[in-house]
């Protein structure tokens, strides 16, 4: 309780700490939300500014910006002027967050049967097919992943879409391309940690009890062997976060990340902002979240 | 450890030798990019554009010849004197400008090599720095900049790495007035990145170190605290700098592909393997794949961080001293 | 160990359920697929006519809402629309509108001279801050009802800077007649030197103030007489008003809906439109779905029910969706694509009233120098930029104003000419490029500019012995630097909205702030004046020849290319023509019988 109180407050004090460094560099930014090809009068202009309160001292946007936020408001978009930031935020987050809990489990999945299937065929063809597999899912970027998997699966034999979201068959895809690089550190992880466990004394006990290998395996070499892999989850979790930005922008989903590079680059300050504060929000509740679990996980750590 | 006990130890791991042998290999035709019998990186080629990989050993043409001359002459000398008018076309295909494929792969390999290096050493330099002197000093000093890399840790860094960056750019006339090319500014941000893992492990290994005797002695024969650090301690790290420099490399790498797949790495003319690739994604379509152009900068990618990471993982086998008995 | 399976298949279970709940909240809606789907290029910045520029925002309004007129799907050219006919004064000083009756909004209620009155006046309202405001600042009393600062709402009013000593402005709290007595400085038609002053308290969103003329300043031209008959008063003649008057933002908006709901009007559930098309449902940055709207006039000549207008970035994504069935028309394939696509029986080509060019910054040395922008035009290959660079159809430029402007004949730029080039250099100072700085080449992030500017580089390099800086900006950085004149030399590009030769020669005019290059001429800005005065056809384009004949003789730019429209356009899609505006209303679009491509 103490620890998960702790930790709420060290990520307030996270998320002021970004919110102050993004709000300042993003407002820096030059370009101007407002210009187009056609030159804008500046008596127009001025009045835009005006309207969207940019002309105002920054401390004085800083702080209303930061009294916004206490009430929920992350402004308008300056890019989307039908659309309030949280309006957009709302629509978004449910994409990038089913998005990225189907990556992780896949990557989870996938990273830990391979990773068990290997530790037990170890040395075998099975073991080396695997183990390479691997050794490409972190060393190509996710972008190669994701062409290839495009290639196969949507160009060669039809089978899912090319872009999109909103049906079942384009959740493939993209979870794949997110998800599949992670579970590839997540094997190699597993499988060194059940190695290493297999060694050990007490799990020589448990075989000489007669339980049978696969139970040994995910009875109790697992349980060790697993407390890497949570602690991997915390970076693999920020590690999607990232990643979409790059599935999300080769599949041309409307996700937060891809809101996110494109209000960067489009100077809408008040998205990129909003975009920040609610992944630092994630990543610190992702954090705790990893924390909590590698306590459950280690019979050897008190439980918070 | 002396070295040949060091490379016996390295050698029983699988694939370490032609890991490293690879990895000489790339770094020889990185370093050698000037003087290859390779078309000009650059300049477009309307009439061989999207050509498949068909290798032909043809004369270069006139324009190409100029170009390279008037870049390095020194180079373009020892070239001609080696090969020739001759050069290598078309190896690895053309892209749709019609530059050469191959020609790119080296050059690009050039810069992304160039990259990983300084930003790697960037955040070697930042990561060692700050562990060291948390782990030395310790006390409030160590509590306060741990903390400040515990709060890193919790920030989304790379949001605000593209907002650095693409805030950067605007000023980059000014910068390049203070000689800061574009180049120098993504080492450093690329660098910044990713120091957290490595002062951590080396403030850990430092608050061990200090506690052993060499450290007693040379405080008792009255050395300063900075000269302890600087020259008895630090010595003692370089087996854990080495492992982490050479696994932090492909992570930089992999950024630097994924700062150019959103249009912030390397400038144009310039070329990486990130570029390549995420040229390649471009063109990939239903009609034409052009696989060409995303097999090839694929798999140099991935064979160069694979050799980075079988060695990196092979100096921290070798290095430990538990000893890993499992390849 | 029986607790611990049990936590197990707990926490199993918690998992399960929760991603069955966030995929039944992050899964998007699920709809039957539209009639017809098209990539839209880019997500639509505003649904609002009053608060769209570009053209993926452009065809979306022009769906939902109908102007006075609407642009011909076959020419561009202007086409009655919701105005039945309409006639001109002799001095081309009074246009008088007949709209029809058979129209209505979709809520049921008619469309009326009033709601063209209130949305017209909307538009130049300058607490609307419409940045197309300037399309009808030939109305008499727009532009300085447009050029006036508005203060935020509670706020003290803000004199304007250019305003004359004396000055003074009362607030009121009122939003409506809320004038304020203001000495006003005058502002004169087409320049941009001095706003008036007279600050006006914020208005209400939505609400648009009594228009009450500060002193000296005339009466907003617009007046609706009847129900059916609206009268616009101008400043200057406007022959190409009715083209105006077809565009995204001149069209009209219901008062009732924009005031009741404020800045939440355009959402799908409360808008309410006259056009082809009603509003049905969007995500942002996925989709927009339109579908025939009843109570419009020409509701028997809409083929299509329904439409999605996907709202991807990705140029490469949005042609394997065209490829893989997924959509039926894409607009401009990325020219990396060319070579796959080009030759493809769904590729329709031609060429368009827009222009690549090269600004030169003026101020800069050696660019100042005229014989080095000529010289380094000269030095180009155009013809072998167009057909092997862009590889679209471009058609190298032997002008600045495009072919086939009706009633315009450009006088002709040089053609390459390498010695003369290499002459022109050397008497400029630079024989051979000795001594001539880098040339800083300013392009924006596109895969074209980059490609183009690289060839550029590359061809001043072989010829002239040049080195090139090629620096490479995100898009609004871009015009920043442009805007700022932090440049050599700039890839620039211009596409007409209407086709008249004014929309690409007001680009040179001193002070501008399209002009972005620092060129200034007081002949040129003359010349231009005296045509816009002109209300004679003839005389007018002879002006503006001898106005572009003085951009040739300065080689105030250099042009490139003229531009070509490529859409990729499904084989089953019909009432698809190009034209030089590459305009193709959805309205008039539809699919043949049988549906298979």
Known sequence: ?304 | MSERFLWHRLRRRRGTTAAVALLALVVLLAFAAPILPLPDPGSPAPTRAGRGPSPRWTVGTAEDRALAAQDRPLAGAVRDALFGQHELAGACGTDALGRDVLARLVWGGRVSLLVGLVATLVSVLIGVGWGLVAGYVGGRTDAVLMRVVDLLYAVPLLFLVILVVALLREHAARLAALGITREVVLYAVIGAVSWLTMARIVRGQVLSLREREFVAAARALGCGDVHIMLRHVLPHLTGIVCVYLTLTVPRVMLFEAFLSFLGLGVEAPGVSWGILASEGLEQLTVVSTSWWLIVFPGLALLLTLTALNALGDALRDALDPRGSRFA | ?597
Request: hydrophobic letters at 50%.
């Open chain 3, 1 to 597: 160990m029986r607790a611990d399976r049990g936590r197990l298949i707990g926490a199993g279970l918690a998992l399960g359920g929760a991603l069955t709940a966030l995929a039944a909240w992050g899964g998007g809606s699920l709809r039957a697929p539209a009639d017809f789907a098209f990539c839209n290029q880019a997500e639509v910045a505003s649904l609002d006519p009053a608060a769209v520029t570009g053209v993926p925002e452009a065809r979306i309004v022009q769906a939902l809402f109908e102007g006075l007129t609407r642009q011909d799907p076959v020419t561009g050219e202007p086409l009655p629309g919701m105005a039945s006919a309409w006639t001109v004064s002799d001095d081309g000083l009074l246009w008088s509108f007949t709209l029809r009756t058979d129209s209505r909004w979709t809520d049921g209620s008619p469309v009326t001279a009033e709601d063209f009155a209130y949305s017209l006046r909307r538009l130049l309202d300058p607490a609307t801050h419409a940045p197309n405001a300037s399309l009808l600042w030939c109305v008499r009393g727009a532009e300085a009802f447009s050029r006036r600062l508005v203060a935020a709402p509670g706020a003290a009013p803000i004199a304007s800077a250019g305003a004359s000593a004396g000055a003074s402005a009362g607030a009121s709290a009122g939003a409506s007649a809320g004038a304020s007595a203001g000495a006003s400085a005058g502002a004169s038609a087409g320049a941009s030197a001095g706003a008036s002053a007279g600050a006006v308290p914020g208005a209400a969103p939505g609400a648009v103030q009594e228009v009450v003329p500060a002193a000296g300043e005339e009466a907003l031209g617009i007046e609706a007489v009847s129900g059916t008959e609206l009268r616009l008063r101008l400043v200057r003649p406007c022959p190409s008003l009715p083209a105006i008057l077809a565009l995204a933002s001149l069209c009209p908006v219901q008062r009732a809906c924009v005031e009741r709901w404020g800045s939440r009007w355009i959402a799908p559930e409360h808008l309410v439109s006259n056009g082809p098309f009603r509003l049905v449902e969007r995500r942002v940055r996925d989709r927009l779905r339109l579908a025939r709207s009843d109570g419009y006039w020409g509701r028997g000549e809409v083929a299509l029910g329904t439409i999605d207008a996907w709202a991807m970035d990705g140029g490469t994504t949005q042609v394997n969706l065209f490829l893989t069935g997924g959509a039926d028309w894409m607009v401009r394939p990325p020219s990396g694509l060319y070579g796959a696509l080009l030759g493809r029986p769904d590729c329709v080509r031609g060429p368009q009233s827009g222009l690549t060019f090269l600004r030169y910054n003026h101020t800069r040395a050696p660019f100042s120098d005229a014989r080095v922008r000529l010289a380094l035009l000269l030095a180009l290959d155009r013809e072998s930029l167009a057909r092997d660079v862009m590889r679209g159809g471009e058609t190298a430029a032997d002008s600045f104003v495009p072919r086939g402007m009706p009633g315009y004949d450009p006088p002709r730029w040089p053609g390459q000419d390498v010695q003369r080039a290499r002459a022109l250099l050397a008497a400029a100072g630079f024989p051979g490029g000795a001594g001539f700085p880098d040339v800083e080449l300013l392009h924006p992030h596109m895969q074209v500019a980059r490609d183009l500017c690289e060839a550029l580089a590359a061809q001043w390099r072989a010829r002239l012995g040049l080195r090139c800086r090629l620096v490479n900006q995100p898009w609004k950085v871009f015009l920043d630097s442009q805007s700022q004149l932090r440049y050599d030399v700039s890839w620039s590009a211009w596409i007409a909205d209407w086709l008249a030769p004014e929309t690409f020669l007001e680009l040179f005019q001193s002070g501008g702030g399209n002009n972005r290059c620092g060129f200034a001429d007081t002949g040129y800005d003359a010349l231009l004046a005296a045509a816009a005065a002109s209300a004679d056809g003839a005389g007018r384009a002879a002006l503006l020849a001898r106005a572009e004949q003085r951009l040739v003789d300065a080689c105030a730019l250099a042009p490139l290319h003229q531009r070509a429209n490529v859409n990729l356009v499904s084989p089953r899609v019909t009432g698809f023509h190009d034209n030089l505006l590459d305009v193709h209303p959805l309205r008039d679009l539809g699919l043949a019988p049988g549906g298979a491509p």
């Open chain 1, 1 to 304: 309780m103490r620890l998960a109180v702790s930790r709420a407050g060290w990520a307030a004090l996270v998320l002021l700490v970004v919110v102050t460094l993004s709000f300042a560099l993003v407002r820096s930014l030059p370009g101007g939300p407002f210009d187009e090809q056609r030159a804008l009068d500046p008596v127009i202009r001025a009045n835009l500014m005006a309207a969207y309160d940019l002309d105002a001292p920054l401390p004085a946007q800083y702080g209303r910006y930061v009294l916004g936020l206490l009430h929920g408001d992350f402004g308008p978009s300056l890019r989307y002027r039908d659309y309030s930031v949280g309006q957009i935020l709302a629509e978004s987050l449910p994409i990038s967050a089913l998005l990225g809990t189907l990556a992780l489990v896949i990557a989870l999945v996938a990273g830990l049967a391979a990773g068990a299937l290997a530790a037990a065929r170890r040395g075998s063809w099975l073991d080396t097919v695997v183990m390479g597999a691997a050794t490409a899912g972190i060393a190509l970027p996710n972008f190669v992943l994701a062409g290839v998997l495009v290639l196969l699966f949507s160009f060669h034999w039809r089978l899912f879409p090319v872009a999109g979201w909103g049906s079942p068959a384009q959740l493939v895809l993209p979870s794949l391309a997110l998800g599949l690089p992670f579970a590839a550190s997540i094997a190699r992880l597993f499988r060194a940690g059940l190695l290493e466990s297999f060694g050990e004394d007490w799990i020589r006990t448990a075989r000489a009890k007669g339980r049978s290998p696969s139970g040994v395996l995910w009875g109790h070499a697992a349980r060790v062997a697993l407390l890497p892999v949570v602690s991997y989850t915390g970076p693999a979790a920020a590690g999607i976060l990232s990643g979409s930005l790059v599935v999300e922008r080769v599949f041309a989903i409307s996700g937060m990340g891809s809101h996110f590079v494109d209000s960067a680059f489009n100077a809408d300050y008040n998205l990129a902002l909003g975009v920040v504060i609610v992944y630092t929000a994630l990543v610190s509740a992702l954090n705790l979240l990893a924390d909590l679990a590698y306590g459950l996980l280690d019979p050897r750590i008190e439980a918070p």
